[in-house]
Antibody
């Protein structure tokens, strides 16, 4: 049974860096039939896809245009987890952050849907 | 970015009713449409992917249809456990966007 366990602080000061980690059990961050994703949800912006990482002979990353200049998603194969870093946060980045899995098809192509989600982390940006 | 609209925003129906939610995309997304159910305080749960494929373990009363720019999620016989907010989600232009949600009440 695949599970995603999120960890990280719930309060971040404005202009600082938001850092969250998603630990994977029952699957591998290096799997060639999975894509690992971060999504956030807020009352003002709804559900918003932020970015993803996946391994297909080498590591690939894709990021949403809205956060591209501030975001990094990194895999950690030694701990079987992946992380989100969002720099220069403002109160508009206050949201519930989720990690999620896209279970790619057998050829490695994205299913473009998210079947396993972490429990969510409420992150507040405030001084 | 492709914009998504959902209708209705709120739906009130009786147990046993058939209900339908519609999602429209601002441009064609082929059949790259997924549907999720979200209950308060919980993460979204995948119901349907690739417009009409039922996710494993999801009751067969849920079904999806459509292609291009217009898609539907139907619940054939509404149950008390189906009270939730439902979201559509598309893939297009190398980005993934969600609809604003439909709240289903009994």
């Amino acid at each position: 049974q695949v599970q995603l366990q999120q960890s990280g602080p719930g309060l971040v000061r404005p202009s600082q860096t938001l850092s969250l980690t998603c630990a994977i059990s029952g699957d591998s961050v290096s799997s060639d039939v999975a894509i690992w994703t971060w999504i956030r949800q807020s009352p003002s912006r709804g559900l918003e896809w932020l970015g993803r990482t996946h391994y297909r002979s080498k590591w690939y990353n894709d990021y949403a245009e809205s956060v591209r200049s501030r975001i990094t998603i990194s895999p950690d194969t030694s701990k079987n987890q992946f992380s989100l870093q969002l720099n220069s946060v403002t109160p508009e980045d206050t949201a519930v952050y989720y990690c999620a899995r896209d279970p790619a098809f057998s050829g490695g192509w994205s299913r473009n849907a998210f079947d396993i989600w972490g429990q969510g982390t409420v992150v507040t940006v405030s001084s | 970015d492709i914009q998504m609209t959902q209708s209705p925003s709120t739906l009130s129906a009786s147990v046993g009713d058939r209900v339908t939610i519609t999602c429209r995309a601002s441009q064609s997304v082929d059949d790259w449409m997924a549907w999720y159910q979200q209950k308060p305080g919980k993460a979204p749960k995948l119901l349907i992917y690739k417009a009409s494929t039922l996710q494993s373990g999801v009751p067969s009363r849920f079904s999806g249809g459509g292609s291009g720019t217009e898609f539907t999620l139907a619940i054939s016989s509404l149950q008390p456990d189906d009270v939730a907010t439902y979201y559509c989600q598309q893939f297009g232009g190398n980005s993934w966007t969600f609809g604003p949600g439909t709240k289903v009440e009994i």
